[in-house]
């Protein structure tokens, strides 16, 4: 069974710094490309970043040179490093994992910025 499993969220002032991290479980973890997504309060679900099983990186216009994400296939851990936050990041963060047909999600993780 896959188990995707954030951590690191929390609350934070404007200007601070936080690190998610998603642990992998039941897959074959370098084989996927995975994500960061957020969703806040009354919005879609939006696509942050991207790293691909490749390495080939990709974000979002909003967090380009502030946020930066990884991938450490020995730990089966994907990571999303947040520097000089905004309110507007204000949203819950989920790890998610692509490989074909399969995608897989994990629970979330709030991160709340506050002003």
């Known amino acids: 069974q896959v188990q995707l499993v954030e951590s690191g969220g929390g609350l934070v002032q404007v200007g601070g710094s936080l690190r998610l991290s998603c642990a992998a479980s039941?897959?074959?973890?370098?084989?996927?490309?995975m994500s960061w997504y957020r969703q806040a309060p009354g919005k879609q679900r939006e696509l942050v970043a991207v790293i691909s099983r490749g390495g080939t990186l990709n974000y979002q216009d909003s967090v380009k040179g502030r946020f930066t994400i990884s991938r450490d296939n020995a730990k089966n851990t994907v990571y999303l490093q947040m520097n000089s936050l905004k309110p507007e990041d204000t949203a819950v963060y989920y790890c998610?994992?692509?490989?074909?047909?399969?995608?897989?999600w994990g629970q979330g993780t709030q991160v709340t910025v506050s002003s």
């Open positions: 998610n994992g692509h490989w074909g047909i399969y995608t897989h």
């Open positions: 039941g897959m074959i973890f370098r084989t996927y490309d």
